[in-house]
Antibody
Framework: QVQLQESGPGLVKPSQTLSLTCTVS??????????WSWIRQHPGKGLEWIGC???????FYNPSLKSRFTISSDTSKNQFSLNLSSVTAADTAVYYC???????????????WGQGALVTVSS | QSVLTQPPSVSAAPGQKVTISCSGS????????VSWYQQLPGTAPKLLIH???KRPSGIPDRFSGSKSGTSATLGITGLQTGDEADYYC???????????FGGGTKLTVL
């Protein structure tokens, strides 16, 4: 059973960089066949996809979001990470990591999710 | 404003059936597979349906999915109080080159 666990600071000051890590167990992020993704949810709002990384290191992001996001991976630790620079209060949200099943150009869904990490941006 | 449109809320009595709609366009639902997620209060989303109508292992057959044209529907039969949750549809959008979600539907089991 694949499990994902987010970790990182719960409080970040405005203009600083938010850094979160997702640790995967029960499966290897370098085994191929899956993408690894970050999704966020603003308080009381819906889901917003941030971006994905493949085991090869290739990444792609939500084009609707400004390019302040960076997703990277550390296959030796079976982890992938999210960095968000120049945060503002509008970045306060629960951040989820998830495994992605992508098949061709038409199939894309999140089959395993972490429990989520609440990040508050405040001075 | 979400790319996919869902009703904000639906309600039904225990034991009854409810459907939740998800409307999109040709660049998303019309040409890509739809998935559905259940988010119980205070928890992470959970995959309910993928590829329009497939249930992951462990998801009861009370949950079903369908798609027609640029709309998709989640059906839940034999409603239980434990089904009270927010439900989201999602899919790939070929024009936006990204994943899009509906705004979510809050299910109340009266």
């Amino acid at each position: 059973q694949v499990q994902l666990q987010e970790s990182g600071p719960g409080l970040v000051k405005p203009s600083q960089t938010l850094s979160l890590t997702c640790t995967v167990s029960g499966g290897s992020i370098s085994s191929g066949g899956y993408y690894w993704s970050w999704i966020r949810q603003h308080p009381g709002k819906g889901l917003e996809w941030i971006g994905c990384i493949y085991y090869s290191g290739s990444t792609f992001y939500n084009p609707s979001l400004k390019s302040r996001f960076t997703i990277s991976s550390d296959t030796s630790k079976n982890q992938f990470s999210l960095n968000l620079s120049s945060v503002t209060a509008a970045d306060t949200a629960v951040y989820y990591c998830a495994r992605v099943r992508r098949v061709g150009a038409t199939t894309f869904f999140f089959d395993y999710w972490g429990q989520g990490a609440l990040v508050t941006v405040s001075s | 404003q979400s790319v996919l449109t869902q009703p904000p809320s639906v309600s039904a009595a225990p034991g009854q059936k409810v459907t939740i709609s998800c409307s999109g366009s040709g660049s998303n639902i019309g040409n890509n597979y739809v998935s559905w997620y259940q988010q119980l209060p205070g928890t992470a989303p959970k995959l309910l349906i993928h590829e329009n109508n497939k249930r992951p292992s462990g998801i009861p057959d009370r949950f079903s999915g369908s798609k027609s044209g640029t709309s998709a529907t989640l059906g839940i039969t034999g409603l239980q109080t434990g089904d009270e949750a927010d439900y989201y549809c999602g899919t790939w959008d070929s024009s936006l080159s990204g994943v899009v979600f509906g705004g979510g539907t809050k299910l109340t089991v009266l």
